[in-house]
């Protein structure tokens, strides 16, 4: 057995309620991400049911491999898990794609499968190679730079897209006529067809709610964990934020009912995922009932305004050990600027439950490089940090820099200098040593992502040389013309 089927099979042993389905549509199901993040993806995972609930449809999953370099030595084929058929083989071959970078591991799971990865250059090919499907996260901002490789794209919530798009498979003889159908479908997105100006996203009934998973695995971020929708969307405005209420219909909540109902009584660990869901009006009793159930919680998103003394109880009830949440503008002036509006006294009693619950660590996310931003407001961010480190029994700080994104009010805002991020990152590590952690993205790929999230077709072929190109920040450079 060779190195990566070995890998498969040790981890399709460890799983619960893989699906397996002969049927005569099958999907090779990709992520174009190493196994433990796209297995954490409870879209992905929502999708692979979707498609084997269909009469006469089945799906079987690949991953980008842990080891690109060393699968490209070996000569292997991208391979899917349920069978280890080659994903160049299967009729369609469809991608969940969630952020910017994840671009190259399209590039390279196609690489891989022996599929040409542009869709001009399959069309001009004599053999007839798979129909390639992208969808996920990544199209409610911009899924433009994916448009050179992909043939159609499902553009948002897929849940009622997904059957119009087999039928059309079945009904359409060959894949001009397939294509020229969906061209006028709302939600689809054809790149050959509509050229850079995609379609508005799908929004699905609420019916469709929740999403959950269907593969239980150790091998995850968020280890034997089963993961459930407690809501969709957020009924909030950050301007920076491609989930804020304008970009769907606001936050739709599950009832705890239903929700509870979805949990199988084997779960141990269950985690409640959505955008917001600490502005869930029924969080503390969907909370209550699973502690008290004796199950671990996990919470994807905790606000710092929603913390009090039940809510972090429970968690900790739960198994928490760390208290995460994010401040994102560096000082109040920003964050009420771009309508995040958490206040630093929700963040000072974030740090003081904490250690009234006995957590472990107290981790914060924050934007820096938002539109105005001066080192006063870096300033404000380092004294913040030392007072949350004095109350909370530990502190991490993940800085990321803010990259604008499209359908959100700071579209086209440039991103700050590269220089200048580093210079602030250096400030907040000498005024924090000793008090509190420091981690985050390296600016150098923020300047990357900062490129394909206002890009068009161009940054998406660039993309693809880049990953070719070894994947590191130069070979980048090179490709992005920087
Ligand atoms: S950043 Fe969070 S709270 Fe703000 S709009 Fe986005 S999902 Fe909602």
């Known amino acids: 057995m060779t190195p990566f089927r070995e890998i498969r099979a040790s981890r399709l042993a460890d799983e619960t309620g893989t699906l397996n389905k002969q049927a005569d549509l099958a999907f090779a199901l990709c992520y174009p991400s190493p196994y433990h993040v796209g297995m954490s993806s409870l879209g992905f995972q929502s999708i692979y049911r979707s498609l084997h609930a269909l009469p006469g449809c089945t799906a079987e999953r690949a991953f980008l491999p842990d080891d690109v370099t060393e699968m490209h030595r070996l ?3 991208l391979c899917t898990y349920e069978s280890g058929r080659p994903v160049g083989d299967f009729p369609v071959v469809a991608f969940s794609l969630a952020s910017e970078l994840e671009l190259a591991g399209v590039v390279t799971c196609l690489d891989l499968a022996g599929i040409p990865a542009l869709h001009a250059e399959r069309a001009a090919h004599a053999r007839t190679f798979p129909l390639v499907v992208v969808g996920g996260p990544l199209t409610f901002s911009n899924p433009v730079p994916v448009g050179p490789f992909a043939d159609i794209i499902v553009m948002g919530e897929a849940e009622e897209l997904l059957p119009i798009l087999v039928n059309r498979l079945r009904d359409q003889p060959d894949r001009e006529s397939l294509l020229k159908s969906l061209v006028q479908q709302p939600g689809f997105y054809i ?12 929004i699905a009934s609420d019916d469709c709610l929740p999403a959950y998973s269907q593969i239980i695995t150790p091998h995850t971020e968020l ?3 089963f993961l459930i929708e407690a809501e969709r969307g957020c009924s909030r405005g950050c301007a920076y934020c491609v989930m804020r209420r304008s970009a769907g219909s ?3 909540p599950v009832a705890p009912g239903r929700l ?3 949990i199988p009584a084997e779960a141990r660990r269950v985690g409640l995922v959505g955008a917001a869901v600490t502005d869930h009006p029924a969080l503390p009793e969907i909370l ?7 199950r671990q919680v996990g919470v994807s998103s905790l606000r710092a305004d929603r913390l009090d003394d039940e809510l972090v109880g429970l968690l900790a009830r739960g198994g928490y050990r760390t208290l995460t949440s994010a401040a994102d503008g560096a000082s109040q002036r920003l964050r009420d600027q771009v309508d995040r509006h958490t206040q630093v006294e929700d963040l000072l009693r974030a740090a003081r ?3 009234v619950h006995s957590m472990a660590l107290l981790k914060l996310y924050v934007l820096i490089g938002l539109p105005g931003e001066t080192m006063a407001d870096i300033d404000e961010l380092a004294r913040l940090a030392l007072e949350l480190a004095a109350l909370a029994p ?5 800085v990321s820099p803010f990259v604008s994104k499209r359908n959100t009010p700071l579209d086209h805002q440039p991103l700050d200098d590269i220089a200048s991020l580093e210079a602030k990152l250096a400030f907040l590590r000498r005024k924090l040593r000793g008090h509190a952690r420091l981690a985050g993205d390296a600016p150098k790929w923020a300047w990357v992502e900062h490129r394909l999230a206002q890009g068009g077709f161009a940054e998406g072929v660039a993309a693809a040389q880049a990953a070719r190109a070894g994947g590191g920040f130069a070979a980048w450079k090179r490709a992005l013309g920087g």
């Open 250 to 252: 606001g936050m739709r």
């Open 223 to 225: 280890a034997s964990m």
């Open 75 to 77: 000569s292997e084929d």
């Open 353 to 355: 439950l904490c250690r």
């Open 260 to 262: 509870l109902s979805l």
């Open 191 to 202: 790149p050959s067809l509509h050229a850079e100006t995609p379609p508005a996203v799908a």
């Open 288 to 294: 209550r009932a699973l502690v008290d159930a004796g």
């Open 394 to 398: 530990k502190l991490s700080l993940t």
